[in-house]
């Protein structure tokens, strides 16, 4: 199966820390996404990474690309309480669309 | 742009009725995507269109389910009869060409009783 997998499935941390989130695929890929979920809410995209790239930013957001470990890492700096949402990567390949991993579930405490 | 609009927001319905789910996607995006998500299986493609045209609905999980894409701004994912296990919230998204951002509706919170 090409779905990735993030790591962990929830986390908790402190409004100001930084938050990690990888995610594990099993196939080779042509681009890798990050999407957000609100409560309730439908998917926002944050970021694509396609194959050749290593690292992209977008303001707090940093995303790294590993194609040797097939991984992915999303970092948040300096959180926010509003930044409490679930995160997603998508993976796609040769011949394939996006396929969405389970997510993780991301709580940043005032 | 209004980004993708879905339609209706909520649904309640009983055992075996039908129902029915409206999705308009971005204007001039090329693909059209179904979703459903629930938290024991998480977010499921049912089926996508390319130019109106539905190329994969291997993910339809039975046939109950149709989608149609009768012209590029409109498209409606059907359930009949309808059972409680299809409870769930159903997406519709689109992006510009394949392997592209997708872009997601709102979606449709479906309760079947």
């Known amino acids: 199966s090409q779905q990735g997998e993030e790591d962990p499935q929830a986390l908790s941390i402190q409004e100001g820390e930084n938050a990690t989130m990888n995610c594990s695929y099993k196939?080779?890929?042509?681009?890798l996404q990050w999407y957000r979920q609100n409560s309730g809410r439908g998917l926002v995209h944050l970021i694509l990474?396609?194959?050749?790239?290593r690292e992209k930013h977008s303001g707090r957001l940093r995303v790294t690309l590993d194609t040797s470990k097939k991984s992915s890492s999303l970092l948040i700096t300096a959180s926010r309480a509003a930044d409490t949402a679930s995160y997603f990567c998508?993976?796609?390949?040769?011949?394939?669309?996006?396929?969405f991993g389970p997510g993780t579930r991301l709580s940043v405490l005032p | 742009d209004a980004g993708v609009i879905q339609s209706p927001r909520h649904e309640v319905t009983e055992m075996g009725q039908e129902v029915t789910l409206r999705c308009k996607p971005i204007?001039?995006?090329?693909?059209l995507f179904w979703y459903r998500q629930t938290m024991m299986r998480g977010l499921e493609l049912l089926i996508y269109?390319?130019?109106?045209?539905?190329?994969?609905d291997s993910g339809m999980p039975e046939d109950r389910f149709s989608a149609k894409m009768p012209n590029a701004s409109f498209s409606t994912l059907k359930i009949q009869p309808s059972e409680p296990r299809d409870s769930a919230v159903y997406f519709c998204?689109?992006?510009?060409?394949?392997?592209?951002?997708?872009?997601f509706g709102p979606g449709t919170r479906l309760l079947v009783l």
């Open positions: 204007s001039g995006h090329d693909y």
């Open positions: 990474i396609r194959s050749n790239e």
């Open positions: 196939t080779s890929i042509n681009n």
């Open positions: 998508a993976t796609d390949g040769d011949g394939q669309n996006f396929v």
């Open positions: 269109f390319n130019n109106n045209v539905p190329i994969d």
């Open positions: 998204a689109s992006s510009l060409a394949y392997q592209e951002t997708q872009y």
